[in-house]
């Protein structure tokens, strides 16, 4: 089985350089870079979750013509998606900040649409808009960077390095076609199902799919040191033309994959109160690389800044 | 004198409007939105102290051609920029997350220089950096977002509204020229001596100018409802050459504005231990306006996105 299976995208490769340029952690950042968020202990066994992520016009939504997204669906997207990394953590989120870069063109009643979309959002899960920053860009760019803040308990975290061989791999929901259907518009990010898995302590690791299943499920199994089987015959496919390769790869899906303890994958299913699909989709293993279910490799086609 | 000396910005009254449209702040926010920071409680008296700020190339640095800023400090640049937010709360920063957009074609070397120019930059400050985003821009602009963490006690904290009439108005070091001299690239995060007039309790309220000395200033009198008469005659300007409307207007400057109750001036002048100039500008009063050491009503014109 080939070691590249597990390679480094390039964007992985640039930052796992760049982190280990950093001068150490101090000791209360209990999960340091290179999960779906940072976490910092502050006290009575609670860790502080920070991350931040973007939204770029005309890469993440697109910005005129006659399919334009919707102002709001666009503001609505930038937090759901930072909701999605606080969900795979376990956690509940508290606080963000929003910085925006526009083009000077662009209406301000455009602006209060997408601001509107944000704090709407945040009004249905309960986080404050505690922050921001306004700038023009240069070129006609539209860049939405936004820092979310939330709690879990530390004894709680879910992890992406928490999997060991011989754990079940579970999915909420669907994957791929997310462009054309919608989805990556008008996802609700797992928060209830991520904090329920952790409440419950019915998962060992987490992380979102936003990338891609195949190059999110390569993460987890790098930052645990496992490979995974993929039962590609499982995978949940959004739509009846969703291909395989699309549900592998498209990204955006913005749904947890998660670890179980092989013992405890029953009463995950029997208790799991919630409408989202619940799948299984594979079982870790020590192999270090990803392969299908009758052990053939999997290579790895997702989302990478520096390749494509 | 003219309510207008005190009028909102275009982007002030933009964000004014969409943060009245806030769900009320949890109790936990010390400090609203609308500071240099938000300030949050948690615990044993302390505050977490949280800002965003952006750094737009063709903007805030010159991305190509001949006078091509060195990317090194424009990474700098864009930590610097949110180290002077924290010192302007009298805090000590401590965390950082980075969110960059960039397009396809920077250079891998180029953003490994801008990226080793912040953790350089962390590193001089003691903050770590725990996180970040990449993404491509479609249309070739590159914003940089940098969130900024921080401390400082509840007891301590320096707010914008913390003006008084009678207070005497100081600032540190100079002003105007920021862009042809280099200074928005070079300049010395205010840290230490925001720090040092937060535990020495010598100011009582302090932002810091980077969109103006005149739109600071008048930010500082509006969020204390106060008015403040300024004296022309003691600006202290970054080379001769600079214009009296250059260091009123020109923004970039990263220097601290701030308060001093009436009895501490002479307490402050004595004991202030550091080479960074410290010059006594004017005296806030009830006026709810911005006039000259005459008394005639001084006009706002500083950096507003929305107006030019």
Request: aromatic residues 8%; contains cysteine.
């Amino acid at each position: 089985m080939s070691n590249s299976t597990l390679s480094l995208t390039g964007e992985d490769s640039f930052f796992a350089k760049l982190f280990q340029a950093l001068p150490e952690m101090p000791a209360s950042v209990v999960v340091p870079p290179g999960d779906d968020c940072a976490g910092i202990r502050f006290g009575d066994g609670r860790l502080l979750l920070v991350a931040v992520d973007q939204l770029v016009g005309d890469r993440h939504y697109r910005t005129d013509g006659e399919n334009a997204t919707s102002p709001r669906l666009a503001g609505r997207k930038l937090l759901a998606r930072n909701l999605s990394d606080i969900a795979a953590m376990g956690g509940h989120p508290t606080f963000c900040l929003l910085a925006g870069a526009f083009p000077k063109s662009r209406a301000q009643s455009w602006l209060e649409e997408y601001y509107g979309g944000i704090i709407d959002t945040a009004r249905a899960y309960a986080v404050s808009m505690i922050g921001g920053d306004f700038a023009a860009t240069a070129k006609g760019d539209e860049v939405g960077s936004l820092t979310i803040l939330g709690e879990v308990e530390e004894s709680l975290v879910l992890l992406r390095s928490g999997a060991h061989p011989g754990d079940l791999l579970y999915a909420t929901g669907c994957f791929g076609s997310s462009f054309p259907t919608g989805h990556h518009l008008k996802f609700t990010p797992r928060c209830q199902e991520g904090r329920w898995l952790a409440t419950h302590r019915l998962a060992c690791a987490a992380m979102d799919v936003s990338d891609g299943l195949l190059v999110d499920l390569a993460r987890i199994c790098r930052a645990s040191g496992v490979g995974c089987q993929l039962d590609l015959t499982r995978i949940p496919r959004r739509t009846p033309q969703t291909t395989l390769q699309q549900a592998l790869t498209d990204g955006e899906d913005y749904e947890l994959l998660f670890a179980v303890p092989a013992a405890a994958g029953q009463e995950l299913r029997q208790k799991w109160p919630f409408q989202t699909p619940l799948t299984r989709l594979g079982v870790f293993d020590s192999s270090g690389a990803l392969s299908d279910q009758e052990g053939q490799p999997l290579s790895i086609a997702g989302w990478d800044h520096f390749q494509r």
